[in-house]
């Protein structure tokens, strides 16, 4: 069920949208937008993927969202993080750093 | 709750479907418009903008189609649309699917119907708490033998394996009851022991149980009758008024006080049939002349938890074979042949196992063929669907898309299938169980329940899979490049080489079942043929019990039959008449042990026993069993005179072996010394099957034990015996009214029930072998008239190059014949195995009995021979001109 990505490391991308919500609401572009930015491009996200995973969170009930004008007044589905999305996203990080960690420590001994 | 906000949203999306589209719709445009005023800030013209936001990111329909298919629903709306679609197609092709549902409802109707008999006898267990702990112990003398009461008192006293051990006396106990609520009614019964129910694990709904106060000896003064009575029987009789506990009633005019009444959901599997039930009464000090000796109880015994079968066998065999003297034993129950224990459920299936089993096994077969059939009419249907599903795989589908489409169609056909099947299933489990032998255990708890549901469920996804995964498979096999041309005009090699597989392994399956039906039918026929021992042509018989106080005088009740009889041979139409305590054919089992006063000792060692037949003169005239020697009992053998018997021809060559058995001497159990005086032939008493067995008959005047109460009058008539009926009725009602008539039949008609469990086994072969060769040849006919559709241009060329008509006929013949050929090679090879399966329930048929096998062979091959013979003419009659300029 859920989508593929091709561009965003399997797995990540549900935290990196979390990350991004929780400093505050957005609309789909504007997540994919800044996690590029911050990511200095070396992330691109796909709509498809995009859309699907903010659908998927929403349903996971960390994610809440609702119809908003945006700053040139259109319309656009703005997502906000839930309190049990923030507690899944501090569980994501800590999870990650523990793993980032044990995957540094493991291509440092190699070399 | 994710769960939870899942199911409702996804509902919520299904619900307002249109809704939930828009937004997704509104939402990709959006995140597209933002994407190109962002690059619009580059410095891009708003065309440049979104011309590159395309190319990155394909087209908003592929982007809002993959947001869309996002969560269950969309899966599951999916799935409707391919039933929808698969409905539609079914719906154009009502052929097709009419056959395909048919032949599937039959196989799974089968099926279902055979389980829902099966399921409670061999699968539930009894309906007990922790049945599985529950044994019935035989004493080990002539295979299987009923225990005497001392051998129970014995076990019980002595077995530290057994929690509980039961005695449920063999001789029923058959009060009549008469209240205001109705007339005389004849009760089935049995006597138990007064822990039968607790050894059980039952307790009455009302009242109490037996105590071991209710089971003293029947000659203390005192101790009232006291009864049971099933929940059947208190709301039928007793209006279910919870008053009857301590009631007094009268049953057989004796006062018994009901004390309880068992639960509504409570089996007897002992005797299904019983209503009330009392206690043994027999006597503790163990009389050796009493009936505390007869070998007529069935024990039952709970083994305490955490032992095992076998160290509870082990413990009855060093019982049996150390006998102490607290417990002496009376000769004939010395147990010297050792104790046979087995868990109360496989005893009671025992001799109706194989035939369900084999039933069973025709249920599978035939579900088999009928998925075969199935498999192979579908795989036909995608030769036609080729360009359909080419159009579709062009315009995007993906193979798994078709393959789901394709499967989706396939659970259609089956579900429908399943439905009707399930249906049939409803209907035909009551004939079922009508054919079914009477003496079933649980035959009470057949129905179509979950059990069964359950099943047909199973099977209906089973066969979608089965059925469904090798056409979806092969039919989505289409290329663009072959399937172009939008009409295919060579056949696919593979798909043909499966098909004619198929019908290979159906000729085959069919061969086997049919191979069984025939096996069945010749035993049943040469059953049918053995002599049983008397005519039974224009012979009625039925029961008569005698109920009332007065008797209880044994002369009452001699003169009432005498008088019953002399009426009958009144009535014009009748020829002779007489009675018997017991019938052949009819399940009673009035066996004693039979001691000849001078026994060759070759034959001293064995406890000879035999049906005691206390009988009217007349009796044997009226059944015409032949004498052999001597003379017939007559009217002259009364109490006073001498004491005589008959016994029947190989009883005496067996005990008394080259002598004149006349003027030897025997007695029946305990009773005084009887003189043979005629030897009569021998009679098939339990079945046609089982050899004569011993028979000793004496005149109800001088089997001065007790006189039987209940006899079976048997009347010869010179025309329809059952015509009589009324007459015999009215004749019996003039002596005296109150005497209820029971289990009225022909003896024609009890030989053939007496074969009951073979009828039902070969009822169910047969219609399972009609149907698969129903289908067979229906699979045959299919494959080679789509044979004959496809090559309609080889043949038109051959007939074109001078090919003779015969020759063109010959040729299909040939193709058809050759697949029915191998069908019935592989098939007699496969039924000359699985006939070792019925090998137990044949009668003097071989297992390889050739004429069954050739005439099987003989009736599938020219079933076979016709259905190619269709095609095979139109294939003949093709116009070369015609069928050539077409293209």
């Known amino acids: ?111 | 709750m994710s769960f939870w906000r899942h199911a409702s949203r996804g509902v919520r999306s299904l619900l307002n479907r249109s809704a939930a589209d828009r937004d997704i719709a509104d939402e990709v445009e959006n995140y597209f418009d933002e994407a190109a005023r962002s690059l619009q800030s580059t410095g891009l013209s708003p065309e440049e903008a979104r011309r590159a936001v395309r190319l990155q990111f394909g087209h908003v329909a592929g982007v809002q189609e993959r947001v869309r298919a996002y969560g269950w629903e969309n899966i599951a709306d999916t799935f409707g649309a391919d039933v929808r679609y698969g409905a539609r197609q079914l719906y154009r092709r009502p052929a097709f699917a009419l056959i395909a549902t048919l032949t599937l409802a039959l196989g799974i109707g089968a099926s279902t119907t055979i389980f829902s008999v099966v399921n409670p006898i061999l699968l539930q267990r009894l309906p007990y708490p922790d049945s599985g702990r529950l044994m019935i112990i035989w004493d080990g003398q002539n295979n299987r033998s009923d225990v005497t009461f001392g051998t129970y008192r014995e076990v019980e006293a002595r077995s530290r394996t057994f929690a509980s051990l039961a005695a449920v006396g063999r001789p029923p106990l058959q009060p009549t009851l008469t209240t205001d609520a109705g007339g005389p009614e004849r009760l089935e019964g049995q006597y138990v022991s007064a822990n039968y129910f607790r050894v059980l694990g039952v307790a009455p709904a009302l009242g109490r149980d037996f105590e071991a106060a209710d089971d003293r000896r029947l000659a203390e003064p005192g101790v009232p009758f006291v009864a049971l009575i099933s929940d059947a029987l208190w709301r039928r009789r007793f209006g279910a008024d919870p008053a009857i506990v301590g009631r007094q009633v009268l049953f057989s005019e004796t006062p018994v006080t009901i004390i309880g009444v068992l639960p509504r959901a409570f089996e007897n599997v002992l005797n299904p049939s019983a209503e009330i039930w009392s206690t043994l009464r027999y006597d503790p000090a163990l009389p050796l002349t009493g009936r505390e000796w007869g070998h007529h109880l069935r024990m039952i015994g709970r083994l305490r938890s955490g032992v095992r079968e076998e160290d509870a066998k082990r413990e009855l065999d060093a019982i049996a074979h150390a006998p102490v003297a607290e417990f002496p034993r009376a000769s004939w129950a010395s147990l010297r042949s050792g104790f046979i224990a087995t868990p109360l459920q496989d005893d009671l299936t025992r001799g109706v196992r194989p035939a369900l089993l084999a039933v069973l096994c025709a249920a599978a077969l035939l579900l088999t063929i009928a998925c075969v059939n199935v498999t192979n009419l579908i795989l036909a249907r995608g030769i036609d669907r080729r360009a359909e599903l080419t159009v579709r795989m062009a315009i995007g589908a993906s193979r798994t898309r078709l393959v789901r489409q394709l499967l989706a169609e396939t659970l259609l056909l089956v579900s429908v299938g399943g439905l009707i099947g399930v249906a049939v299933a409803y209907v035909v489990v009551d004939v079922v169980v009508a054919l079914l032998p009477p003496e079933l255990p649980r035959a009470g708890a057949i129905a179509v329940d979950g059990w069964a549901m359950t099943f047909a469920c199973g099977l209906v996804t089973m066969i979608s899979v089965l059925v469904g995964i090798v056409p979806a498979l092969e039919g989505s096999r289409v290329s663009l490049r072959s399937g172009a041309g939008l009409r295919s005009t060579t056949p696919s090699s593979r798909r043909d080489v499966m098909r004619r597989t198929l019908l290979v392994a159906q000729v085959a399956l069919a061969l086997v079942l049919l191979v069984g039906a025939g096996l069945l039918l010749r035993s049943l026929q040469h059953l049918f043929a053995v002599p049983t021992g008397f005519e039974p042509a224009n012979v009625l018989s039925l029961q008569v019990q005698t109920a009332g106080r007065r008797f209880r005088d044994p002369n009452a009740t001699h003169q009432f039959f005498t008088r019953v009889v002399d009426a009958v041979r009144q009535l014009p139409g009748v020829s002779a008449a007489g009675t018997t305590n017991q019938l052949p054919l009819t399940g009673d089992e009035d066996i004693w042990g039979v001691q000849f006063e001078s026994a060759p000792e070759a034959a001293a060692k064995e406890n000879p026993e035999g049906y005691r037949h206390a009988v009217s003169p007349g009796y044997v005239e009226a059944m015409r069993i032949p004498l052999r020697q001597g003379r017939l009992l007559n009217a002259l053998d009364v109490a006073n005179a001498p004491l005589v018997a008959m016994i029947n021809e190989s009883f005496a060559r067996r005990r008394l072996p080259g002598v004149d058995p006349i003027g030897h001497r025997l007695r029946i159990g305990p009773s005084p010394w009887f003189t043979v005086v005629g030897i009569v032939g021998d009679v098939r008493q339990t079945s046609l099957a089982v050899r004569p067995t011993d028979a000793v008959y004496v005149t109800n005047e001088q089997w001065t034990q007790f006189a039987d109460g209940a006899r079976w009058l048997v009347v010869r008539t010179t025309g329809d015996a059952a015509a009589l009926t009324p007459a015999i009725r009215r004749a019996i009602a003039s002596v005296d009214n109150g005497q209820p008539i029971l289990r009225i039949s022909t003896m024609e008609e009890r030989v053939s029930a007496s074969e009951a469990q073979r009828w039902f086994t070969l009822a169910l072969f047969e219609a399972f072998g009609v149907v698969a060769l129903i289908l067979a040849a229906v699979g045959t006919y299919g494959l080679l008239s789509g044979s004959v559709s496809e090559r309609v241009r080889e043949i038109a060329v051959r007939t074109a190059l001078g090919a003779t008509r015969i020759s063109v006929l010959a040729f299909v013949l040939r193709q058809g014949m050759s697949l029915t050929v191998a069908g019935i090679v592989i098939g007699l090879a496969a039924a000359v195995i699985a006939s070792r399966f019925l090998e137990t329930m044949l009668f003097s048929v071989s297992r390889l009995d050739a004429v069954t096998y050739v005439g099987v062979v003989v009736l599938l091959a020219t079933t076979s021979a016709f259905a190619c013979w269709i095609p095979a003419r139109r294939a003949a009659r093709l116009d070369p001109n015609v069928v050539l300029k077409a293209d």
């Open chain 1, 1 to 111: 069920m859920d989508a593929t990505n091709t561009d965003v490391i399997q797995g990540t991308l549900d935290m990196l949208i979390l990350k991004t919500l929780s400093l505050e609401p957005m609309h789909g572009f504007g997540i994919a937008r800044r996690v590029e930015q911050i990511s200095r491009g070396v992330f691109k996200v796909n709509p498809g993927s995009l859309l699907t995973a903010l659908a998927r969170l929403e349903r996971a009930g960390w994610l809440d969202s609702e119809w908003r004008d945006t700053a040139n007044s259109r319309r656009a589905k703005y997502y906000s993080l839930t309190r049990s999305g923030r507690r899944q996203l501090e569980a994501e990080t800590d999870d990650w750093t523990r793993r980032a960690a044990a995957v540094a420590r493991i291509l440092k001994t190699e070399g």
